[in-house]
């Protein structure tokens, strides 16, 4: 158990549709990461945030958005979903803003129909 | 732009033989190469990694080499077991951003 929460498990919606994936990193951990992972892409980074305050951006999509709340836990929102939105999200934290090791959690698998 | 090529996509290996995974970079800036290990279900969890300033770290039945100059570096595993079939990512990351291969499926048989 890395200690790194994510919800939900799965989740299958239609297309256009809008969902909220929610991640609690460890305690302790300032940093959390979101990436993206789907079988020809592998793992995708997509955003980090830093104690509340973005700090990296990847391949994130404009339809996509994130943000870290004061209690550190995040959320990804990812809205207007297309079919090739379904993939594994994860969420990824650590101790400090500077990459390091990475604890994951287990994934939000999406499913757009 | 894939900035970590990783290969080969899948391997398979017998028990007790050795796995091999290659990964190259681009970006000379890259100062931390982890590698990650992933079994189905699960999510990633860091196995090893080596900065710049060596050329070999071993933990282990797993060994990173480096070789800065031809900015390649890859994965081995000695003794390989039935228990070691996963995803292997390899990954190089800057101060902002890691940045993962697209992974290896390793299967270890009997």
């Known amino acids: 158990d890395s200690g790194v929460t994510q919800t939900p498990k799965h989740l299958i919606t239609a297309t256009g549709q809008r969902v909220t994936l929610r991640c609690s990193p460890r305690?302790?951990?300032?940093?959390v990461y979101w990436y993206q992972q789907s079988l020809d892409q592998g793992l995708q980074f997509l955003i980090q945030?830093?104690?509340?305050?973005?700090?990296a951006k990847g391949n994130i999509l404009e339809r996509f958005s994130a943000q870290q709340f004061p209690d550190l836990h995040s959320e990804l929102n990812l809205s207007s979903l297309e079919l090739g939105d379904s993939a594994l999200y994860f969420c990824?934290?650590?101790?400090?803003?500077?990459?390091?090791?990475?604890?994951f959690g287990e994934g939000s698998r999406l499913t757009v129909l | 732009q894939q900035q970590v090529k990783q290969s080969p996509q899948s391997l398979i290996v017998q028990k007790g033989g050795i796995s091999i995974i290659n990964c190259a970079y681009e970006?000379?800036?890259?100062?931390?190469f982890p590698w990650y290990q992933q079994f189905p279900g699960k999510g990633p969890a860091l196995l090893i990694a080596?900065?710049?300033?060596?050329s070999e770290k071993k933990e282990g039945r797993f060994t990173i080499s480096f070789n800065k100059s031809a900015k390649q570096f890859s994965l081995h595993i000695m003794d390989s077991q039935p228990g070691d079939s996963a995803t292997y990512f390899c990954?190089?990351?800057?101060?902002?951003?890691?940045?993962f291969g697209t992974g290896t499926r390793l299967q270890v048989t009997l």
């Open positions: 990824a934290s650590s101790v400090l803003s500077v990459d390091g090791e990475l604890f």
């Open positions: 305690s302790g951990d300032l940093s």
């Open positions: 945030y830093y104690n509340g305050e973005e700090r």
């Open positions: 970006n000379t800036a890259f100062d931390y």
């Open positions: 080596i900065r710049p300033d060596v």
């Open positions: 990954a190089a990351s800057t101060a902002s951003k890691l940045t």
